[in-house]
C-alpha cells in the first residue's frame, strides 16, 4: 500500500506517529510524510521522507502574542469534565474560537497543497493527526480510506458526540455548526460533500491505554504507545546507575518555543527540592538555565537527556504532562507528578493518571516548592505508587505493537476501498 502520514506544523504530535510510520515502512509499504514545511528538518531527522505542503501557520505567532499581552491562549475548556459548564451558547461560542483562532490557522494554509498531493500520489491509506482536518478532505478526495491518529485524551471527540445531541436538540434553524461550516468549505473547494467522518475519522488509531482513555463511541484501532526522542546521545553519566533515587524534573520544550517559559516557578521548584536526599535531574534549556540564580549541591542541569533512557532509572519523574512525556514514563512504570497547564488534554491525562494510582497531580497555578516536595517525598515512600504505575505498564505493552496495527490498518483500508 502507498500510506500517507500527516499532521500540521507540530513537532510532538509528529514524533508520537513515527514508530507506526516505520513499521509500516519495514512492512513493505511506500511511506511518505506530508506537513508544513517549518516541519521538514524535523521529519528528515527521523529518516522518513517528508513531502513540503503549503505554507506555514501562525499559530505559534498568535501565542506569543497572547502571552506577551497577558491573554488568555484561548477562553473555552475542551476538557469537558464539567457537564454543568457545557452549555449550548457556551459550546457554540467554544467551537466560534476553536475554529476561527485554532484549527482555520493551522489547517487552512496547507489545505490546497495536501489535496493536490493526494490525487498525484494516489495513496491507499491516510493517517492524520487528530487536529489536522484539511488531511481526510484530501484523501476523500482522491478516494483513500483514512484513520484519525489520537496523542492524548480524545477531548475533540467526546466534545463532538455532546455538541452534536445538544445541536439536534435545537429547532432546526437555530442548529448552528460552527466546525462543520468551515471543514464542509473546504470539502466542498476539493468536490468532497462534508459528514462527520472528516471530523472523526473512517477509524481512530488511538495509543492512550484503556484505563485512562476516554468513553468515546468510536471505531477504535488500540496502538501500544513505542517512545520516540528523536535524535539524541546517551550522555556517559547515565549510564552509571544512581546511588540514591533519582527524581527527574522536565517540563517540555512547547512552552519554551510557543510562549517563551514555564507556567510553573522552576527555580522555586529546585530550591524546594534541594534538601531531599535524592539526585535530582532538571532538563531545561539553555536560555532558561541563564535564569536560574543557583543550582542545588543534589541536582544536574541538563538541556536534553533522552527520556526513555533516563526514566528506566529514575524513582519518580516531575512533569508538565504533556503526553509524550507521561507515556514515555509510564512504559517504565515510574510514578508521576503531573503539573498540568489548565487548558486542552494536560488536565484531563494528568486526572486520569492520578485516579489510576500512578502519580499525583498539582494544577500549574497551585504550584508551590513546598507542594511539589511533598508530593515526591510521597511518591517515594508510599509503594502503592509504584505498584499502579507497574500495572499501567503492563498494560500499554499488552497493547497491539506497531507492526500488528499495521498488519489490520492493510485490512481495514482493503475493507473500507471495498465499500467504497
Given at each position: 500500500m502507498r500510506i500517507l502520514f500527516a499532521t500540521h506544523e507540530e513537532k510532538t504530535h509528529f514524533l508520537g506517529m513515527v514508530p507506526l510510520a516505520w513499521a509500516a515502512h519495514n512492512a513493505g509499504h511506500e511511506v511518505l510524510v506530508a506537513s508544513q514545511p517549518a516541519l521538514t528538518d524535523v521529519i528528515v531527522s527521523t529518516g522518513l521522507t517528508a513531502v513540503p505542503v503549503g505554507g506555514d501557520h501562525t499559530l505559534q505567532h498568535l501565542l506569543r502574542l497572547a502571552a506577551a499581552s497577558d491573554a488568555r491562549e484561548l477562553d473555552h475548556d475542551l476538557s469537558g469534565d464539567r457537564p454543568d459548564k457545557l452549555t449550548w451558547e457556551y459550546l457554540t461560542a467554544g467551537y466560534e474560537e476553536w475554529v476561527r483562532w485554532w484549527w482555520r490557522i493551522v489547517n487552512d494554509p496547507m489545505a490546497d497543497d495536501l489535496v493536490d498531493l493526494c490525487r498525484s500520489w494516489r495513496p491507499d491509506l491516510v493517517i492524520w493527526e487528530s487536529l489536522t482536518y484539511a488531511a481526510p478532505v484530501a484523501a476523500r478526495a482522491a478516494g483513500a480510506a483514512h484513520a484519525r491518529f489520537v496523542w492524548s485524551s480524545d477531548l475533540c471527540a467526546r466534545l463532538r458526540a455532546h455538541y452534536l445531541r445538544l445541536r439536534d436538540a435545537r429547532p432546526p434553524g437555530e442548529r448552528v455548526d460552527r466546525l462543520a461550516e468551515w471543514l464542509g468549505g473546504l470539502a466542498g473547494a476539493a468536490g468532497v460533500e462534508f459528514s462527520e467522518e472528516l471530523v472523526s475519522g473512517q477509524f481512530t488509531i488511538d495509543q492512550v491505554p484503556g484505563?485512562?482513555?476516554?468513553?468515546?463511541?468510536?471505531?477504535?484501532?488500540?496502538?501500544?504507545?513505542?517512545?520516540?526522542?528523536?535524535?539524541?546521545?546517551?550522555?556517559?553519566?547515565l549510564r552509571t546507575p544512581p546511588d540514591r533515587p533519582r527524581v527527574c524534573l522536565t517540563l517540555g520544550t512547547s512552552s519554551v518555543e510557543r510562549l517563551g517559559g514555564y507556567a510553573v516557578p522552576v527555580q522555586d521548584l529546585l530550591d524546594a527540592l534541594a534538601g531531599l536526599d535524592a539526585e535530582i535531574v532538571v532538563t531545561l534549556p539553555r536560555e532558561q538555565q541563564a535564569e536560574?540564580?543557583?543550582?542545588?549541591?543534589?541536582?544536574?542541569?541538563?538541556?536534553?537527556?533522552p527520556l526513555n533512557v533516563l526514566a528506566p532509572t529514575c524513582s519518580a519523574v516531575v512533569n508538565h504532562a504533556g503526553p509524550g512525556?507521561?507515556?514515555?514514563?509510564?512504559?517504565?512504570?515510574?510514578p508521576q507528578l503531573l503539573l498540568p497547564y489548565h487548558i486542552f488534554d494536560a488536565p484531563v491525562l494528568s486526572s486520569r493518571l492520578a485516579e489510576?494510582?500512578?502519580?499525583l497531580m498539582i494544577g500549574s497555578h497551585e504550584v508551590t516548592g513546598p507542594a511539589v516536595r511533598d508530593a515526591v517525598e510521597r511518591l517515594l515512600r508510599e509503594r502503592s505508587f509504584r505498584l499502579r504505575a507497574e500495572a499501567l505498564r503492563r498494560e500499554i505493552r499488552a497493547q497491539p505493537s506497531p507492526d500488528e496495527v499495521t498488519r489490520r490498518l492493510e485490512d481495514l483500508t482493503d475493507a473500507r476501498r471495498a465499500a467504497s
Open positions: 484505563s485512562l482513555r476516554l468513553d468515546v463511541d468510536l471505531d477504535h484501532v488500540p496502538l501500544r504507545y513505542v517512545p520516540y526522542n528523536g535524535r539524541s546521545v546517551v550522555p556517559r553519566w536560574l540564580r543557583h543550582v542545588p549541591a543534589n541536582a544536574r542541569v541538563v538541556d536534553f537527556v512525556t507521561v507515556f514515555t514514563t509510564a512504559v517504565h512504570g515510574v489510576h494510582g500512578a502519580g
